[in-house]
Structure formats: C-alpha cells, structure tokens
C-alpha cells in the first residue's frame, strides 16, 4: 500500500510541473519572478540520488543580491559567472544565473554572429585536410604536421569561444523558453552545482579530429559535449532537454566512409568527477548521450563516479544511455523510446561498472531486440530488476534482460553489481507507471516558472 500512495504523490507532483503557468521571462537586469526566485535557491532534496550525499547539493542558494543575474546574451553568461570565461571556474562565489531566451556559443562579445570559418586557423581548410588525410594517400596512421597543428589551434580557438566554464556554488535556471545553443556548460575541479530548466542544442565541433585507428574502418571524433562534468562533485542536472536542434548528425556528410561527427555527448561525466544526480532530464533524438568514466585505465576513477540517473526520457537516442566504467551507477525508472537507424544499445557495461537498474520502461520498435539493450564494453555484472517491456504493437511485459542479454551473447554478465542504493528520494514507482509519469513531468519547461 505504501508503494501506491507513493506513486500516487510522485504523479500528482508531476503533473503540477505542468499545469502551473510560468511567469514571463525577466527583462536582462531585472530580478527574476517571485517563482523563478524560488526555484533557483531550491537545493537538491534530501536523498534524491549521489549528489545528495553528505552535503548535498545546494547550487548558489546563498546569493547576495548582487549575483543573482537574468542574462540574454553569451557575454551577459559570461560576465554574470565571473566575468572572465578563462578564470570563472576559480570563482566560487555563491551565484544564481537565470538565462533568458536564446544564447549562441558562436555570439561575438559584440553580439556579432560568428561561424566555423571565424575560428578557424588561417592555415587551416577542411579541403585540404581531406586531401592530406586520406587514407588512401595517409595511410592508417594518426594525422601529423602542419595541418593537423592548424586544426588543433583551431580547436583552441573554438574552446575559448563555445566552451563556456562554471564555477562551484553556482545555480543555472532556464527561465521560459530559455536555450543555449552550440556551447559546452564546462563543470571542471569544482563543487555544488545546479542546472535546470534549459534547452541544449547543437552543441556542434567545427574542426572533428580523424581517428584512422578508432574501430575497423576509423571515425570523425567531436570534442564538445552540451555539458561535461570533469574532476568535480556535487553536481545536479535536472529538468533539462537535449536536442541538435536543426543539424542532426543524419545531415552530415560523410568523409573517408564515415560520418562527419560533430556532436559528442549530452551529458558526460568523467576524469574523476562524482556524486551527480540526473533527474528529470529528456534526450531527444542524440548519438553519443551520457558517457561515466572516460578510459578503461585503472586508476583514479575507482572509487568515483557515482551517479543516479533517474525518471529521464531518453526518446530516439542510439547509445550510451549511459556507457558505464568504473562507477556505482543507479539507473531507476526512465523511460526508454528506442529504435530506428543506427540505434546500438541503451546500458553499457564497461569495465568494473557496477550498474543498478530498477523499474526502467522500454518502449521498442520492431527492429530492436531486447537482448540488445545491454552492451558489454569489458564489464562482468550488473543488478537489473523491475524491467518492463513494449515492443512494437505488444503489450508491455515485464522483462529479465540480463536473462534475454546472456541467452544469446557471451560471456553471461552476472547478476549482483555488489552494491543497493540507499539514496533516493522515495520507493521506485512500478514501472508501468513510468512513461506516464516520465512523460509529464520530463524535460524543459515543466518547472512552474
């Protein structure tokens, strides 16, 4: 009985994320609403997954007045996270930015939009670089020389321009509408995090690096997530859609056989970082999602990266839903709408991963089998419960994929990660409550601002 009216409080608040009418987005300068106030000094609820261990996680609830921002443009972003991209990460000052409307990644400080070509280095063309690189001319060895060292330069300068770096004690909320596009939010060495309410999109590299030797035929490899957790803790991401907005990676071209990748991650969390929740959160439509742990190198990580995804809508994404090495990974009811073209896998297990999967919903199309829905990038185990299924025209049933992944891969994945979550917010609602309740309450634009 308990479980019922659990679920039944979870639904009803869920809907209520809805039916509140948001206030208008503030004027650039002005104080935010009475609502938006209080949602951006709201910390993250007691439990509510790793980023509420001990401390939990509080964001730039304690602001002075004087760093409580409403900004519109990158150079506003910027000036209201300290004031200078290359040093805001130092500053730790308590700080609440709300973003209003759209903000460009590839804005001038002057507001002049900029291109792929204005950050280029001048010895830098991709014609060229194609010429040089071929493999058929290069060989399968990594690209060397000058105009490899113009793409790199042109990286850096890309860097210094899209990849946009907070500082601990920092609270992020997307007032109505609010989007940031083709930019990186970089959460690197720091701690107490919060980012909510925004819409990410396209968040594209200009300048991909050629990996001859990445898989049997080579790949174009991107370098910018939407957002990268790197070294740092306490961090929540919440409430939040990720999309490539009008450039999806079907678009590209394709370059010595492969696809031109220009979009990496939408939320990575790797070198070291750990205690993250990710909650609330929908992934439209994306290649590469949500990677933990960034190498198969035994070393710092263990011991790190822990994470909780949960009631994340995960809608047309192909992989990395997430990709798991090293960390203790709770992964408790999302909703998983999966299939089509390129679709790979949903749960990867890599090595000494130590996922919990709990009363997560999978809605499939035809052509993806259950059994594919685990990946075994080098793990050995993973506890997985609670799994309900719908395929194609089906009714939903609930289903053992490690059972349905061991039946037909091997070697088998054990059952028993060697851990059980204690942090959450509430008893796991039953799964097939999950795409209803995921549904209303996923995404940008649910929070009553």
């Known amino acids: ?27 650039a300068g002005q104080h935010p609403s009475r609502a938006a106030e209080l949602i951006g000094r709201q910390p993250l609820a007691a439990n509510d997954g790793w980023a509420a261990e001990g401390a939990g996680t509080t964001g730039g609830a304690a602001a002075a007045a004087d760093r409580v921002r409403v900004v519109r443009t990158r150079a506003e972003l910027v000036a209201a996270l300290g004031g200078d991209n290359a040093t ?34 001048p010895e830098y063309s991709l014609a060229a670089y194609l010429a040089a690189y071929d493999p058929a001319v290069w060989g399968r060895v990594n690209p060397a020389g000058p105009l490899e060292a113009a793409r ?23 007032l109505r509408g609010a989007r940031l596009t083709g930019l990186t ?57 990720f999309t490539d907005g009008d450039n999806p990676d079907r678009a590209q071209p394709v370059y010595f056989g492969r696809p031109w990748q220009v979009h990496d991650g939408s939320l990575d969390v790797t070198h070291t970082a750990s205690l993250v929740t990710a909650s609330w959160n929908r992934f439209v439509g994306r290649d590469k999602l949500m990677l933990i742990g960034s190498s198969n190198t035994v070393g710092p990580d263990v011991g790190r990266l822990k994470v909780t995804v949960h009631h994340n809508l995960f809608d047309g994404d192909l992989q990395r839903l997430p990709r798991v090495r090293f960390g203790q990974v709770d992964v408790h009811e999302n909703h ?18 130590a996922i919990y999967a709990e009363n997560n919903f999978f809605t499939l199309a035809d052509d993806v089998d259950p059994a594919d829905l685990i990946h075994d990038w080098g793990g050995t185990a993973l506890t997985e419960r609670g799994s309900w299924v719908k395929r194609g025209d089906r009714l939903p049933r609930p289903m053992d994929l490690r059972a349905a992944y061991n039946a037909v891969h091997d070697p088998d994945l054990g059952g028993d990660a060697g851990w059980t979550p204690t942090l959450r917010a509430a008893p796991p609602l ?6 209803l309740v995921v549904g209303v309450g996923a995404g940008a634009g649910r929070l009553p601002l």
């Open 185 to 241: 939010l970089m959460i690197d060495r720091v701690a107490n995090v919060i980012v909510r309410n925004l819409e990410f999109a396209d968040a594209r590299d200009c300048f991909p690096a050629w990996s001859p030797t990445d898989g049997d035929t080579g790949n174009w490899n991107s370098q910018y997530d939407q957002i990268s957790v790197r070294r740092s803790e306490h961090v929540w991401v919440d409430h939040n859609t």
């Open 88 to 121: 805001n990460a130092t500053d730790a000052t308590p700080k609440i930015v709300y973003v209003a409307g759209t903000i460009d990644g590839f804005e001038g400080s002057d507001g002049t939009p900029l291109d792929c070509a204005d950050l280029a280095d």
């Open 152 to 174: 790199v330069r042109s990286v850096t300068a890309q860097t210094a321009q899209t990849q946009i770096n907070v500082g601990s004690n920092t609270t992020i909320v997307g």
């Open 336 to 353: 998983y709408r999966l299939g089509g073209a390129g679709f790979e896998y949903a749960l990867g297990v890599g090595v000494q991963s």
């Open 430 to 435: 039953p799964a097939p409550l999950v795409p």
């Open 1 to 27: 009985m308990r479980r019922r009216t659990v679920g039944a409080a979870v639904l009803a608040a869920a809907l209520t994320l809805t039916i509140a009418a948001p206030a208008p987005a503030a004027p």
